[in-house]
């Protein structure tokens, strides 16, 4: 009978505390509305609190202490939890409880990885390192994230014994409380985390919110786990743990494909591209872009390179002085380097202009997603050479002397009497896929 007592007013509580998050919720929104800025809450109290200049998250300081102070706590709270849910583990019996407890050591293991990261990631640049330390933060990342998957195996391999060796268990209010109070923790740390992480753009922050997100959920299968076994008599703890196992696996493997990723090269935002042809294209002389390669050596240090389309008829020292300009202008406003080819290409041709267009319509014609650069005719005595570059995504599954044979032989039908075209083609596989499109 105290057991369905318990069940009620757990019930009610439960009621209670929904009631008041909504009523908490429709506050802060009203708040927002009314001006107090979307941005006012508690982890923006936090941040005025304890880092300076908080706002400007371009400065390579500022991105360390985001990441100390993220980092201290998350070792606290994982602490505390682990206190707790320890504390609770012992008074249930309860081998989910205590796997779950211990993951939140782990967790706060990885919170210092985070933060030793976030430090040597701030490293100035030296003679062995010229492009800084920035991927240390990835590489941080990444032991978090194996950290994760090794305590998901162990958490699974413990379940699986106790679902056909089960122990015992005793129903505890106090640990129903800390589980409880434990879920709200970590979704609050996974919140504060994923905007810390929005904020300075950090792989290592993202990762560390997945997993306690993952956390939440794990902790809640263990509290129903809990509840079932305590009023059904059936003893579900060591499928329960499996279940969390499951759960941190897959949070552990997101996380890790965030850290990696950066670390074997992957291509650059859309976003980012397009920000960048926009700068770049502001100057009227720039015909398009193309050939643009993206490194990025940690967050805040992107280096790059890119070819520009420049009239041939234009003053050399003017385009000269433009190009270095537009390199000024992105290193300012994308916090990046930058190096900037010039392709100088006839605007003024007719004939160029008009064979152009005709090749641009075949390329079209392909339904592919080719484009092409650096167009050019040059005649010679037997025949006209059309010379230029294509760039193929690498999704496009053709081979590229296919490619190169289907354009020769339309750009050869082009040809009339006493005129014959011959196709100089160069194939360039996109390294910025969906975004590093010839622009004009």
């Known amino acids: 009978m105290e057991k369905y007592k318990f069940a009620r007013k757990f019930c ?51 991105r360390e202490n985001y990441g100390i102070f993220a980092g201290i706590v998350g070792i606290i709270c994982n602490l505390i939890l682990f206190a707790c849910k320890f504390f609770a583990g012992i008074i249930t019996g309860s081998v989910s409880i205590s796997a779950d407890a211990f993951n939140n050591l782990s967790d706060a293991g990885s919170s210092i990885v985070t933060l030793a990261g976030f430090k040597m990631a701030g490293k100035p640049a030296d003679t062995d390192h010229p492009f800084g330390h920035g991927r240390i933060e990835y590489i941080a990342g990444m032991i978090v994230s194996a950290v994760i998957i090794v305590m998901a195996i162990e958490l699974f391999k413990d379940s699986v014994i106790k679902i056909f060796q089960p122990q015992a268990m005793e129903f505890s209010v106090v640990s129903v409380v800390i589980l409880a109070g434990s879920i709200a923790l970590k979704f609050w740390m ?51 743990g499996a279940v969390v196992a499951v759960f941190v696996f897959m949070a552990g493997i997101e996380a890790a494909k965030e ?21 770049v294209m502001e100057d009227e002389h720039i015909i398009g872009i193309h050939d643009l390669i993206v490194h990025n050596y940690g967050p805040g240090r992107v280096m790059l390179s890119v070819h520009v389309e420049v009239p041939a008829e234009g003053d050399i020292l003017h385009m000269h002085d433009m190009i270095d300009n537009i390199e000024h202008r992105l290193h300012r406003e994308l916090n990046c380097s930058a190096v ?41 005595p037997t025949h006209t050479n059309v010379i230029f570059d294509v760039e193929v995504p690498y999704s496009v599954k053709t081979e590229d002397k296919e490619i190169v ?26 390294l910025c896929e969906n975004g590093n499109r010839s622009m004009r």
């Open 190 to 240: 996974a919140y504060f985390n994923t905007s810390l992480g929005k904020r300075i753009d950090s792989a290592a922050m993202r990762a560390t919110a997945a997993d306690s997100l993952s956390d939440c959920i794990a902790t809640g299968v263990v509290l129903v786990s809990l509840l079932i076994t305590t009023f059904t008599g059936v003893n579900i703890d060591g499928l329960a």
């Open 405 to 430: 044979s289907y354009l020769q032989k339309k750009i050869r039908e082009l040809g009339s009497d006493g005129q014959e075209y011959y196709a100089v083609i160069d194939v360039d596989r996109d």
């Open 259 to 279: 850290t990696v990723y950066p670390l074997l090269g992957q291509p650059p935002e859309e976003s980012f591209v397009r920000q960048l042809k926009e700068l």
């Open 12 to 62: 009610q509580n439960s009621v209670y505390i929904i009631v008041i998050t909504n009523k908490y919720e429709g506050a802060k929104n009203l708040w927002n509305k009314d001006g107090g800025g979307k941005e006012e809450n508690m982890s923006e109290g936090l941040l005025k609190i304890f880092i300076k200049d908080y706002k400007n998250v371009k400065d390579i300081k500022v």
């Open 340 to 380: 900037i080819h010039m392709d100088p290409v006839s605007v003024g041709d007719e004939r160029t202009n008009e064979l152009k267009e005709k090749v641009r319509e075949i390329i079209d014609g392909m339904q592919e997603n080719i484009h092409f650069h650096d167009f050019r005719i040059v005649d010679g």
